[in-house]
């Protein structure tokens, strides 16, 4: 299953697992980024907001140095809100930490702006402590900027994180490029079906982030996800992993613990029978109102996801 491609709409393949390092351990990134690529990964997901792309470029070369070429890399960072209105420099500045000349993916990070001249480059705050957030913003003028970037070679593909349903009809009422990606919060707990589904229909990849929800979350004690865990003798992690697989989706395992980024390709294929049990524990939550969203952060705007509005 490592090998397993999905096609983008602008005809280029993204594998299907990748390796995450959003709040991974400082100082044990780029042996984390080395040891995927010599494993088995060939997509690696960063962003300027996590602050440590100058490990993942090293993580890279080191790989780069052991033979593996640039083209069988699928890179993949992000524009950060303070930069929302200086895309182009959002992406110099990634590609200088990385020590890369393009990326193959490069995303607008949330749908909002943070004040580009505050008093932090990355977590602007008012005086009064609050994120120093410009609410007259509208998201489209990033996207716009961010078509700007197709054919400079600095990025072959764009896409969106953090998009609900509600953001991307506004942005495709006025886009010239479709976006490639969306990348979401996505698992049983939070399948996110409204916006799925649109980007399916839409020929928009869903990539999912935070599979396995918080760090010993409910997900693990679940009894749907421990049923389809013990039919395929694999732990409950195996078995998040695995779930976007049918659902056509890219998904990011994140870990810098080499037995563990190694556990994490071990993707297995989950059949309609598993499928069915996972649906029906999502059904059961949706209907309940007890969706869990575990990454949401403090910034005062409701993006028009229905599980915050």
Same mark, same amino acid.
């Given at each position: 299953?490592?090998?397993?491609?999905?096609?983008?709409?602008?005809?280029?393949? =993204?594998?299907?697992?990748?390796?995450?390092?959003?709040?991974?351990?400082?100082?044990?990134?780029?042996?984390?980024? +080395?040891?995927?690529? @010599?494993?088995?990964?060939?997509?690696?997901?960063?962003?300027?907001?996590?602050?440590?792309?100058?490990?993942?470029?090293?993580?890279?070369?080191? +790989?780069?140095?052991?033979?593996?070429?640039?083209?069988?890399?699928?890179?993949?960072? #992000?524009?950060? +809100?303070?930069?929302?209105?200086?895309?182009?420099?959002?992406?110099?500045?990634?590609?200088?930490?990385?020590?890369?000349?393009?990326?193959?993916?490069?995303?607008?990070?949330?749908?909002?702006? =943070?004040?580009?001249?505050?008093?932090?480059?990355?977590?602007? #705050? @008012?005086?009064?402590?609050?994120?120093? *957030?410009?609410?007259?913003? $509208?998201?489209?003028?990033?996207? #716009?900027?961010?078509?700007?970037?197709?054919?400079?070679?600095?990025?072959?593909? *764009?896409?969106?994180? $953090?998009? /609900? @349903? @509600?953001?991307?009809?506004?942005?495709?009422?006025?886009?010239?490029?479709?976006?490639?990606?969306?990348?979401?919060?996505?698992?049983?707990?939070?399948?996110?079906?409204?916006?799925?589904?649109?980007?399916?229909?839409?020929?928009?990849?869903? =990539?999912?982030? /935070?599979?396995?929800?918080?760090?010993?979350?409910?997900?693990?004690?679940?009894?749907?996800?421990?049923?389809?865990?013990?039919?395929?003798?694999?732990?409950?992690?195996?078995?998040?992993? /695995?779930?976007?697989?049918?659902?056509?989706?890219?998904?990011?395992?994140? /870990?810098?613990?080499?037995?563990? *980024?190694?556990?994490?390709?071990?993707?297995?294929?989950?059949?309609?029978?598993?499928? #069915?049990?996972?649906?029906?524990?999502? $059904?059961?939550?949706?209907?309940?109102?007890?969706?869990?969203?575990?990454?949401?952060?403090?910034?005062?705007?409701?993006?028009?996801?229905?599980?915050?509005?």
């Amino acid at each position: 299953m490592a090998d397993l491609d999905f096609t983008l709409n602008n005809g280029m393949k =993204m594998p299907a697992i990748g390796l995450g390092t959003w709040q991974s351990e400082k100082g044990k990134v780029k042996e984390a980024v +080395a040891y995927a690529l @010599k494993n088995g990964y060939r997509l690696i997901d960063c962003a300027y907001c996590y602050g440590n792309e100058d490990e993942v470029g090293e993580g890279i070369r080191e +790989a780069l140095a052991s033979g593996i070429k640039r083209e069988d890399i699928f890179v993949v960072t #992000k524009v950060w +809100a303070t930069y929302n209105t200086r895309v182009e420099l959002g992406l110099e500045k990634s590609l200088k930490n990385l020590g890369l000349d393009y990326v193959d993916l490069f995303l607008v990070h949330w749908p909002l702006l =943070m004040n580009p001249n505050g008093n932090d480059d990355k977590f602007p #705050k @008012k005086p009064d402590g609050t994120r120093d *957030i410009i609410k007259d913003f $509208n998201h489209v003028e990033t996207w #716009k900027q961010m078509e700007k970037l197709v054919g400079t070679g600095k990025t072959k593909a *764009i896409g969106v994180c $953090n998009y /609900s @349903k @509600k953001y991307l009809e506004e942005l495709l009422r006025e886009a010239t490029i479709i976006p490639a990606v969306n990348q979401i919060e996505n698992h049983p707990a939070l399948p996110q079906q409204e916006i799925v589904d649109l980007c399916k229909e839409k020929g928009i990849h869903i =990539m999912a982030y /935070s599979p396995l929800g918080s760090t010993g979350g409910p997900l693990f004690k679940d009894e749907h996800i421990l049923k389809v865990a013990k039919k395929h003798n694999v732990s409950p992690a195996t078995v998040l992993l /695995s779930y976007h697989i049918p659902r056509g989706s890219t998904v990011l395992a994140k /870990s810098v613990t080499p037995q563990r *980024i190694k556990e994490n390709l071990n993707i297995i294929k989950l059949d309609d029978e598993d499928m #069915k049990l996972l649906n029906e524990y999502s $059904n059961d939550l949706a209907k309940n109102g007890k969706l869990q969203r575990f990454v949401y952060p403090p910034f005062g705007v409701d993006f028009g996801f229905p599980d915050k509005s």
